[in-house]
Nanobody, 115 residues
Framework: QVQVVESGGGLVQAGGSLRLSCAAS????????MGWYRQTPGKQREVVATITSGGVTNYPESTKGRFTISRDGAKNTVWLQMNSLKPEDTAVYYC?????????WGQGTQVTVSS
């Protein structure tokens, strides 16, 4: 059984930083993509950052230049460094590991940015 666990969320003032961590354990193989996503009430889940098994990263305009995704593929761990946080970054953040046949999601961690 696969478990995906995020940590590192919390309350921070605007302009501050947070670092999220996510680790997958269990029988998880052939992961080709890791990513961070976020969701606020009443809105669809949106991508925050992704990284391939080869280390290629991708960010939407909303997080480009402020967020950095990194990973340790051997340890099935992915991090998200978030700088210059804004109140609109407030959301539940989820990580996802994607294999050929299945997506593995974590339970989410709350990030709240106060103005």
């Amino acid at each position: 059984q696969v478990q995906v666990v995020e940590s590192g969320g919390g309350l921070v003032q605007a302009g501050g930083s947070l670092r999220l961590s996510c680790a997958a354990s269990g029988s998880i193989r052939s992961i080709y993509l890791m990513g961070w996503y976020r969701q606020t009430p009443g809105k669809q889940r949106e991508v925050v950052a992704t990284i391939t098994s080869g280390g290629v990263t991708n960010y939407p305009e909303s997080t480009k230049g402020r967020f950095t995704i990194s990973r340790d593929g051997a340890k099935n761990t992915v991090w998200l460094q978030m700088n210059s946080l804004k109140p609109e970054d407030t959301a539940v953040y989820y990580c996802k590991f994607s294999s050929q046949f299945y997506d593995y999601w974590g339970q989410g961690t709350q990030v709240t940015v106060s103005s």
